[in-house]
């Protein structure tokens, strides 16, 4: 019977017997609301340490996690956590101009890193970051958590192992219409617009799939230049990857429209998700032989924040490499910069894998 099971030689299993100890930097939406409460149910991590500009911040969330005033951080005193043995990784959750600096900074003071996606603002300073970390012996992981979420390891599985037919076709959908006001519409805090935020799930999802890495990207941008919340980002971004095996991948990013779904087309079925990279409460129906089912899954153990939380730490303690190290977010800037070159060019551009 085909699982979900974590990619094999992960390491799953409690390591050591300590739990490894994060440090949060940026205690906004994301932090806040998704990732400290799954603290709780980890087995190899543990929350030790806040990192914020806002003082009223970190005494409330200090508070509600008991964690202790000597261990409360702000952007100035960051440096000093080298000091702190409590600390083992620092997960960087800010906005992504400021992702190369955090982590880089983490790895100086000697602390493994799990950085959000998108990885940064370029390939370069992604290459950057994997330097740094390499050079101070630091594990560095990128938050793309639908790797350890069981359906889309599942549709992972099914794809590879060729259930529905050597796949032919992948179409990916992601989107969402924005509100206007945040530093995702200004592109010196973003670095682009839908691509680099949710437009990503479409390309990552494509590349897990498939396992394969486009070899050819061809895009096309339609962004409303009246509408003051595209002034410095783009809308609408669609781009259609050629993959090595022939796999032609069809995807949406838009920051007008709502969606969140992919498919994937063999040649005696498919399997689709929808939605397919939500917090919660996926949907996934496979047809095969003309017969169409869905697939429920029991509670997973862990679901997708505490596996990732959970991940890194048993990585260091097995001397592993995460299943999604710096390697795939910069895999992903390397093709998003390809895709914005396609727009703008006007052109299909030749992927050169690295
Ligand atoms: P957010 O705006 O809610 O939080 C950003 C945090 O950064 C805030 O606490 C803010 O105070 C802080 N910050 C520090 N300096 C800042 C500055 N100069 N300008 C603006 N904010 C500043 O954003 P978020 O939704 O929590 O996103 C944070 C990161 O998490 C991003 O990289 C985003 O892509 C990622 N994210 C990932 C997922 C996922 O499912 N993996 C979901 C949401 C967000």
Redesign the pocket.
Known sequence: MLTAAIAPGTAMSAPGNRKMGYAIV??????TRQIMPQFANCESARLVALV???PAKLERYGAEYGVPRTHLYNYQNFDSIRDNPDIDIVYV????S??AEYTIRAASAGKHVLC???MAMSSAECEAMIAACRQAGKRLMI?Y?CHFEPHNRLAIELARAKFVGPTRQITAAHGFNISAG??RLDRT?SGGGSLM?IGIYSLNAARYLTGEEPTEVVALESTDGDDPRFRTVEDRIDFTLRFPSGVIASCVSSYSSGHNDYRVIGTNGWIAMEPATPYSGHVMHVRKDGVTERRELPPPVKNQFVAQLDHLPECVSAGNEPIVPGEEGLRDLRIIEAIYRSARERRAVTLVSA
């Open positions: 940026g205690l906004g939406s994301y932090a914020s500009g806002t959750v800010l906005p992504v400021m992702h959000e996606k998108p938050g958590r945040q530093w805090m935020d």
